[in-house]
C-alpha cells in the first residue's frame, strides 16, 4: 500500500512536496505504541445525504469496536451521546439513522447545504475515547463558499 505525505511546516510555513510512501515498508507493531499516546483526527466535508449516512454509521461501527463515545450533533435535533454497545446495537442505531435522514432529507429539500464535522479523539493514558459528528445546513451552494 503506497500513501502520499505532505503538509506544512509550522515554523516558516513553506510547502512540503508530497513524497510517495511505500505503508508495507514502515516497521510497526503495537509494541511501538507510547502508554501515553494520544491521536486526533479531524474532517469538515460537504457531503451529500447518502454520504453523511456514511460516516454517521462509519463513526457508529468505530465507536462499537473501540467501546467509545460517540457524539452526536444534528441541525434541528438533539445532540446525542451514545455510550454502551446497546446504543449502538444495530436495530436502535437503524431507527436512529431512519430519524436523522429525514431530518436531512428536509433540510437540503429548503435548499441548505449540509457540512460535516466529524473528530475522532483517543488518549491511551486516559482511555476517554471519543467519536463526534455534527451536521449542520448552511445556505447557498458548496462553490459560493469554497
Avoid: W, Y
Amino acid at each position: 500500500m503506497q500513501a502520499h505525505i505532505k503538509g506544512r511546516r509550522s515554523h516558516n510555513d513553506q510547502a512540503i512536496t508530497a513524497l510517495p510512501v511505500d505503508l508495507a515498508k514502515i516497521p510497526f507493531t503495537v509494541a511501538d505504541i507510547s502508554r501515553n499516546s494520544s491521536a486526533l483526527l479531524a474532517i469538515t466535508i460537504l457531503p451529500d445525504l447518502q454520504e453523511a449516512l456514511a460516516v454517521l454509521r462509519t463513526a457508529a461501527l468505530l465507536a462499537r469496536s473501540f467501546n467509545s463515545r460517540l457524539c452526536i450533533e444534528i441541525a434541528g435535533m438533539e445532540s446525542l451521546i451514545l455510550n454502551t454497545p446497546d446504543d449502538l446495537g444495530h436495530k436502535s442505531f437503524r431507527r436512529l439513522c431512519g430519524q436523522i435522514q429525514g431530518n436531512l432529507r428536509k433540510l437540503t429539500s429548503n435548499g441548505l447545504v449540509l457540512v460535516l464535522e466529524a473528530g475522532l479523539t483517543a488518549a491511551s493514558f486516559t482511555r476517554a475515547d471519543t467519536i463526534s459528528v455534527r451536521i449542520r445546513a448552511e445556505t447557498g451552494e458548496p462553490k459560493q463558499r469554497m
